[in-house]
């Protein structure tokens, strides 16, 4: 067999390391190619489209599934560059795979991984850690290329294109500068009421409403200078 593709060898390399800093321990093949999956997919959120492995993706059965990516992997077994152990379980075959000591392998940043992207592949480690049916059923239905994909057919990763990319923040404010400086002193002025009530200890357990009265006195004035001021038009990406 050919040498595995340095990008295909990279992505296994750093799943398994993942899931051994996950506590994780030994997985098998299913769950190894999943989580591969699901790192080209947090990839290709910031890459254009483009996944960490280069895997050549396709609708199998009832999910994601790559042939090559699965001959890369018993290749690696094979050199010894990842360990592996087959058994047999109720006439039912199995193989598992971790990393060993060394090499530690490359980290989820090195294959292309941005922090929010690879915070977000710890979590799904951690939320499906010995849970395959758990992993299957994100991996099958609740992944962007799965939902437009066709049995047989290829997976686009397209679909998953500027995702993950934080949009650049347009600082906003208020233009007018006597309004401003208003709102400066009346924040001023809430804060010496608030002064005012801290040196007396008894006074403050005994009337505590006078916080909420100076709050919402303060407030209501903002209000009142704030109330011709056209509204400020931003937007928001949560994740």
Not at 103 to 108: D, I, V
Not at 147 to 154: E, F, R
Request: overall charge negative; glycine content about 8%.
């Amino acid at each position: 067999m050919p040498p595995v593709p340095v990008p295909m060898q990279d992505a296994v390399l750093a799943v398994l390391r993942a899931v051994r800093e996950a506590g994780l321990g030994r997985i098998n093949r299913t769950t190894l190619i999943k989580l591969v999956y699901l790192l080209d997919c947090l990839h290709a959120e910031t890459h254009e489209g483009e996944t960490a492995s280069g895997s050549a993706w396709y609708f199998y059965s009832y999910g994601p599934f790559a042939t090559n990516l699965v001959g890369a992997v018993g290749e690696m077994a094979n050199r010894g560059i990842i360990h592996d152990y087959s058994a047999e379980h109720r006439d039912q075959e199995y193989t598992q795979y971790w990393l060993g000591e060394f090499p530690l392998g490359p980290a989820l940043s090195d294959v292309g991984l941005a922090p929010a992207q690879a915070a977000r592949f710890g979590s799904l480690i951690r939320k499906f850690r010995q849970d395959l049916s758990r992993l299957l059923d994100h991996t099958y239905f609740k992944t962007l290329p799965m939902q437009a994909a066709t049995p047989g057919q290829n997976i686009d990763f397209s679909v998953l294109r500027g995702v993950g990319e934080v949009k650049p923040h347009h600082q906003v404010g208020i233009q007018d500068q006597e309004k401003l400086m208003r709102i400066l002193q009346l924040g001023a002025s809430l804060e010496r009421k608030y002064a005012d009530l801290e040196g007396n200890a008894r006074a403050m357990a005994a009337h505590r409403p006078i916080y909420d009265r100076a709050y919402s006195e303060g407030m209501a004035a903002m209000d009142a200078e704030l109330q011709n001021e056209p509204g400020i038009q931003f937007t928001a990406l949560l994740s």
